[in-house]
């Protein structure tokens, strides 16, 4: 992974598992330009797997900032003429705050995991670009890094999320 630093902003991996009383191995993963959090914590059963794991939580980070996806902005009901979307009630949501398929925003395109149909999900509910004001008709679900994973295959990152 090494290769990918630069890209990704990774200036400094430390073992920092010295800092507490339990000893379990801890790795911080800093990017100081970072979009969203600046440090990344890895923990594991050895030093290893704790590098591995501040790395990789480094990456999903960065990959959440920079996201390559098309991106639409409109309603659920405008756009679900052309748009199938996902089960947008299913998702965390905001507390107090009621979305109605009339509320125009930005939606991006993913995919079912395994039918591996299109559908369309609110971009707030996975953006982590937090240096940017939040897209219009924002405010209405979770945005957070839960659920964000990678692994060797994507079965393992899948696993991983649900996991998370």
């Not at 996806?69 to 089960?87: D, T």
Request: charged content about 20%; aromatic content about 6%; hydrophobic content about 40%.
């Amino acid at each position: 992974m090494r290769p990918h630093w630069a890209r990704m902003g990774i200036t400094r991996v430390a073992n920092v598992t010295g800092l507490d009383r339990i000893g379990i191995p801890v790795v911080m993963v800093c990017r100081p330009n970072a979009r969203s959090l600046a440090v990344s914590q890895g923990k594991g059963i050895d030093l290893e797997a704790a590098t591995a794991s501040g790395l990789m939580e480094a990456a999903e980070l960065y990959h959440a900032e920079h996201i390559e996806r098309p991106l639409k902005l409109g309603s659920m009901a405008e756009l679900s003429r052309s748009h199938r979307f996902a089960e947008v009630g299913r998702l965390p949501r905001i507390s107090g705050r009621a979305f109605t398929k009339d509320i125009v925003t930005l939606w991006i395109e993913g995919r079912e995991m395994i039918s591996g149909v299109t559908r369309w999900l609110p971009y707030e509910s996975v953006r982590a670009n937090f240096t940017v004001p939040p897209p219009p008709g924002s405010g209405f679900f979770d945005c957070s890094s839960n659920g964000l994973a990678s692994g060797n295959t994507a079965d393992e990152a899948v696993h991983h999320g649900i996991c998370e």
